[in-house]
């Protein structure tokens, strides 16, 4: 009885003990699933915001395909701008979470919850709504679970999902909750484990005070004891069935360290069977490194060990190590007494070795990893910290971290289909360097995003492509040729500039041998013999003729030049410089060099001459001057000496003239003054010059031939030119016709010219000097024995007047039968008068009695001159020495009738006194005498108001021509 109220009395503190375990465990489990439902939150949340930034980022960088200006909503995107909708408290919730989504306010528009944003940049700054799906979407592709938003109607209390946020509109009728689906709340779950733990407790007890008084009774009523009944219970198990049955290797060692039993899985691990009337030592079936040591596992469990745990290495009877997993325990009697031990054992043989080929394979990939020449490295997609990268990027950011190493760099090209982002930065050195970013998502362990980059150093690509750039610009645009040929001569590429000179193109020539394009003019060998040197591995170097852009022959310097690699022949490098202008120049040089040193020839011979035609009338000049001072000299030789001395002095000036002349046509200075004159009175006027200087002469008849004869044609044109050409014609007919006739005259051409000539019945003039008779210093007869005299430069100083006056000049001459000289002038009519003109070929007498002149000169020789030339004329003549004189003279009212006025004199100039005896007297001619006429400009004359210039040496008839002019009207 005692026995039945102790055994009652122990299951009620049991009871009782239990009842408070279990409301201890509620408290711990309660505050277990708080912490688990936190966790959660915070772990979902991060996640969440991570998701929200990415799709934040993707829509804010659409917005640069938006007209940022019009904010007009993006449909594909589902953005609404701020200014777009009308926001009421009934489509506006409050969040009581605002780090989900960077806000606490929600708009519900059109039954989908979106959430605010706020763009901003250097140029714009603007609110917008975006969907929170989007949100939902991404993370529900990104970690596997669902999110979504619950309103009042879809929020079933039974489900109890997890709840991030709650969110309520503004008018209070409305709430909705942030949940994340399939992720239960523990709170409600674990709130009903205790009680359900308390009524197990309470079943178990009551089962066992009912069966404790079951054996309590049955124990009374059958007399066997419990130990009894489990022995009965254990006798009727088959335990070593059940060992046997086991999948783990078993033995049992007893304190001798015999084997005494061992189930089926081990004998199948080690092939060794246990005889019953052998117990083998178990160092002798499978041993291990540990055997007869202090380290030996039935040692340890027999000096008290409570177990033994490890790896270690077993050795079959075969001889072959193997890696297994022991656990060694002691087995114990009732007493508590170590009766045995027993060894359980797992072969991780296979396991270690997969294990070690992971970890060498893991090794490799780092050593592999690391080996790259650019960056690798792996970022989290979530939290985007950077979670591995490999020795490279660790050497080029020297540890600092990637994030940081790139946080100054400059973005200067964005691949977005490629996901490819160019930076240049400078790195420590200070160099500037340029990488490429590639960057691509993939799923890491346990699924969770991650994002891989890779990040190239650029930099030498870039200066290769830098230098590649510099030569393709330098080939473009260099000013020579450049073609590069196959090694079978095809051309692979021609610059612009080959083009240019040939009219090639690289369509018209690729792919096609240099050799059968007909390239060189006129179907030269030289291009055959330059490819035949390439081919034989050295460079050619020449001129060649090419046929030109159109048809046209060029000269070139060319270059053909072999590539080679591994002495085969790679390339031809072909180098063109046309050279074309450079042959004509020096073309041109050769001909200057001949033209030189002809012309040194001619200037020789001209000296000669020279020498020889000066000092001829010098010396008639001073002879016979010094002869007129003998006083016995009769009078008729005197007046034939004088008349020597005219004619040499003469022809002395006009050696002078010729010379200044071609000095002025050389220079480029030769003026033409085109003025009105009468043509007929031109030609008369020349006759009698050559009339009067040929006079006694019976072996030439002069004749003149005139078109219009008996009416006067006014022309426009210049006299003196004419008259300058005429005289030069003239006196070489005169020159070189030792008997017979020289004519001269005029007739129209056509209606545009009019053609002088002079025709004589001379010597003429050989076929092959008729080239060079116009240049300047040059004669038919050149020798010194030549019979005619001259300096070679009447035709080259006509041939330059006519056609300074738009004419042409040309010869035709016959040996042995005479020389004929043509040549044209503009035709321009001014007035053709129909009336009687006096054909008298004599000087005209000149009667100007009861006029006066005036002469300005300073020169006492001047004034005896004009003093000698007008005396016949009966003029009254008064000499000024300067021009203040004559304009005095004039200011005191004397009776002028012309004035003869020198221009330069001291104390007044001849244009001075001009201007200021025009002022006084607009209708006192006043004609000019200057020995400068070349220097003088017309506008100049015409402005002081000179009427006419002679030109000294004045010639006698000239003078009076000009002063009868303007005395008889």
């Known amino acids: ?29 309660w505050q277990l699933a708080q912490n688990i439902d936190r966790q959660n939150i915070q772990t979902i949340s991060a996640d969440l915001r991570s998701a929200n930034n990415d799709v934040i980022r993707d829509i804010e960088r659409s917005f640069w395909d938006i007209k940022l200006a019009d904010y007009q909503n993006d449909d594909d995107n589902e953005i609404i701008f701020g200014k777009n909708i009308n926001l009421e408290e009934s489509t506006l919730f409050n969040l009581d979470n605002n780090t989900l989504f960077g806000t606490n306010v929600l708009l519900l528009h059109n039954n989908r919850f979106y959430a605010k944003a706020l763009f901003k940049t250097s140029t714009h700054e603007f609110e917008y709504w975006y969907p929170i799906a989007r949100t939902f979407n991404l993370y529900n592709a990104l970690t596997g679970k669902r999110l979504a938003i619950l309103t009042d109607n879809e929020n079933d209390l039974l489900s109890q999902p997890l709840t991030l946020a709650r969110a309520k509109n503004l008018t209070g009728d409305k709430t909705a909750l942030i949940a994340a689906e399939g992720v239960k709340s523990y709170n409600w779950v674990l709130l009903t484990l205790p009680l359900l733990l308390l009524v197990v407790a309470t079943a178990v007890i009551y089962s066992l005070l009912k069966r404790s008084n079951y054996r309590f009774s049955g124990t009374h009523s059958s007399g066997k004891t419990v130990h009894n009944n489990a022995r009965e219970v254990l006798a009727q198990i088959n335990l070593k069935s059940a060992l046997n049955n086991s999948n783990v290797a078993l033995r049992v060692i007893d304190t001798n360290f015999r084997v005494i039993f061992q189930n089926r899985e081990y004998e199948k691990l080690t092939s060794v069977t246990l005889s019953k009337p052998n117990h083998p030592l178990c160092h002798e079936s499978f041993g291990s490194i540990y055997c007869h040591t202090d380290e030996c596992p039935v040692r340890s469990i027999l000096n008290g060990a409570e177990e033994v745990k490890r790896e270690e290495t077993r050795f079959l009877p075969t001889g072959k190590k193997i890696l297994v997993e022991l656990h060694a325990y002691p087995l114990k009697d009732d007493y508590g007494n170590t009766v045995a031990v027993a060894e359980e054992i797992k072969d991780i043989t296979g396991v270690h070795y997969t294990e070690e080929i992971l970890r060498q394979t893991e090794n490799q990939f780092t050593v592999f990893i690391d080996s790259l020449p650019f960056g690798v490295f792996i970022e989290d997609g979530l939290t985007h910290e950077i979670v591995y990268q490999n020795f490279y990027l660790k050497q080029l950011t020297c540890n600092t971290g990637f994030k940081e190493f790139i946080k100054g760099a400059e973005i200067i090209g ?24 590639h960057q691509f998502k993939f799923l890491g362990v346990n699924n969770s995003l991650k994002i891989g980059g890779l990040f190239v150093d650029n930099t030498r690509k870039k200066e290769i492509e830098h230098y590649r750039d510099v030569l393709s610009k330098a080939i473009e645009f260099t000013p020579v040729s450049i073609a590069i040929l196959s090694p079978y001569f095809e051309f692979e590429f021609i610059n612009p500039n080959f083009t240019e000179i040939t009219g090639l193109t690289i369509e018209n020539l690729f792919s096609k041998s240099i050799s059968d394009i007909n390239l060189e003019y006129n179907g030269g060998k030289h291009i055959q013999k330059a490819l035949d040197s ?127 002349e071609i000095s002025q046509i050389e220079a480029g200075d030769i003026k033409i003054s085109k003025t009105e004159f009468s043509v007929n009175a031109l030609m008369n006027e020349i006759y009698s010059t050559f009339e009067e200087q040929e006079r006694g002469s019976s072996r030439i008849k002069l004749s003149l031939r005139k078109e219009i004869f008996q009416d006067d044609l006014v022309v426009l044109s210049d006299p003196s030119r004419i008259k300058q050409v005429l005289k030069h014609l003239l006196s070489n007919s005169f020159k070189f016709t030792p008997n017979g006739f020289v004519e001269f005259g005029y007739r129209l051409k056509d209606e545009n010219n009019l053609l002088f000539y002079v025709v004589d019945s001379g010597i003429g003039i050989e076929p092959d000097k008729m080239d060079l008779i116009f240049n300047p210093f040059r004669q038919a007869d050149n020798s010194s024995t030549r019979r005619h005299g001259g300096l070679g430069l009447g035709l080259a100083i006509s041939k330059h007047v006519v056609e300074k006056m738009g004419g042409k000049i040309w010869i035709n001459s016959t040996p042995g039968s005479g020389t004929s000289v ?50 016949k004329t009966k003029a009254n003549l008064i000499w000024a020495r300067n021009g203040l004189e004559a304009l005095n003279y004039v200011r005191n009212g004397e009776p002028v009738n012309l004035i003869l006025m020198d221009l330069v004199m001291p104390e007044m100039d001849g244009f001075e006194a001009t201007r200021i005896i025009k002022s006084i007297n607009q209708k006192l001619p006043v004609v000019g005498q200057t020995a400068y006429p070349e220097t003088i400009s017309s506008n100049k004359l015409a402005e002081c108001g000179f009427d006419t210039v002679l030109e000294k040496p004045i010639r006698t008839n000239q003078m009076l021509m000009e002063i009868d002019r303007f005395l008889v009207n």
Do not use: C
Request: aromatic letters at 12%; charged letters at 25%; zero cysteines.
């Open 414 to 437: 964005v691949d977005a289909d490629n996901n490819v982002t160019e930076f240049q930065l400078m790195d420590s050195s200070g160099i500037m360097r340029y990488f490429n970013l």
């Open 822 to 871: 043509f040549f044209t002038i503009p035709f321009i009519p001014v007035k053709l008068k129909f009336e009687n003109v006096n054909a008298g070929n004599g000087l005209k007498e000149f009667n100007w009695d009861g006029k006066t002149i005036l002469i300005a000169d300073d020169i006492d020789a001047n004034f005896v001159f004009f003093k000698a030339a007008l005396q």
């Open 1 to 29: 009885m005692s026995r039945f109220f102790r055994f009652f009395s122990l299951h009620k503190f049991a009871l009782a003990l239990s009842l408070v375990a279990i409301t201890t465990l509620s408290v711990v489990v």
């Open 534 to 660: 390439v081919r034989a591995g050295k460079t050619w170097q020449g001129e060649l003729q090419l046929n030109g852009k159109n048809r046209e022959r060029i000269w070139v310097s060319a270059s053909f030049t072999p590539v080679m690699f591994e002495s085969k022949l790679q390339h031809i490098l072909v180098i063109l410089e046309n050279i074309t202008r450079r042959k004509e120049y020096e073309k041109e040089l050769i001909l200057a060099k001949n033209k030189a040193e002809e012309s040194d020839r001619i200037k020789t011979t001209f000296l000669n001459n020279i020498s020889h035609e000066i000092r001829t009338p010098l010396n008639a000049i001073i002879g016979f001057s010094s002869v007129l001072t003998d006083p016995y000299l009769g009078q008729f030789e005197r007046s034939g000496f004088s008349d020597l001395i005219y004619k040499n002095s003469q022809e002395l000036l006009q050696i002078i003239e010729n010379l200044l």
